[in-house]
């Protein structure tokens, strides 16, 4: 039983009932909101360890909410959204958020992405790997760090996932579904375009670096090259 607290924003009662029905199973304490201004006095009065957000709401919606909490923290966002339109998947991914499921979904494959986010949140064990070095650029796992040509580079904790994955493959082509399982910690079939908006951010951190370059392989996937 994990006892970790998951916020679940859906202005849907039967989402809300659905959801936390099958997140208390697995031992997390559930709280729920309606609206976005509501969700945002939640996020601010109990700390959750985990946000999944609608994003059509009343009153603020879910992208205003993502916007206001990712300016503030790194709170771990899964987003949900009842259209199937890429539009909205990269703006939310644009935002900040860690993940998306679009509706309907099943809820064991939330209650598995779920698992997924907080398991790459947890801080590093107390033997921390060494720093990576792959030209000018260094990625520290243990203090979760990324420089590139001795200067500091942030990245949101889903980027810094997905170029773990790809520094430790280097040289190698990694496929979309690949790189889902490994950076994303789950088993995923169908959309993988939140891997190529993810790609698309650290080509713009790594930008400043002469060394390093992710290449794009055609109809397969991707490789990080030094």
Request: include cysteine; charge should be negative.
């Amino acid at each position: 039983m994990t006892g970790e607290r998951i916020l679940v924003v859906d202005d849907e009662p039967s989402i809300l009932d659905l959801v936390g029905m099958y997140l208390e199973r697995e031992g997390y304490r559930v709280e729920t909101a309606a609206d976005g201004a509501r969700a945002l006095q939640l996020v601010q009065e109990r700390s959750p360890a985990l946000l999944v957000l609608d994003l059509m709401l009343p009153e603020v919606d879910g992208f205003e909410v993502c916007r206001r909490v990712r300016a503030k923290s790194s709170l771990p966002i899964l987003m949900l959204t009842a259209r199937d339109d890429d539009v909205d998947k990269i703006v939310g991914l644009e935002l900040g958020a860690d993940d998306y499921l679009t509706k309907p979904f099943n809820p064991r494959e939330l209650v598995a992405r779920v698992k997924a986010i907080l398991r790459r949140a947890e801080p590093p064990p107390a033997a921390a790997p060494e720093p990576m070095h792959f030209g000018d650029v260094t990625l520290d796992p243990g203090r979760r760090e990324v420089t590139v040509a001795g200067q500091a580079v942030f990245l949101r904790p889903k980027e810094f996932d997905l170029l773990q994955t790809l520094v430790e493959h280097r040289g190698l082509v990694l496929t979309r579904e690949q790189l889902l399982s490994q950076a994303w910690g789950f088993d995923f079939y169908g959309e993988t375009r939140t891997v190529d908006v993810h790609i698309g951010h650290l080509r713009k951190r790594l930008a400043e670096s002469q060394s390093v370059r992710i290449e794009t392989v055609t109809g397969v996937g991707y490789k990080l090259v030094v």
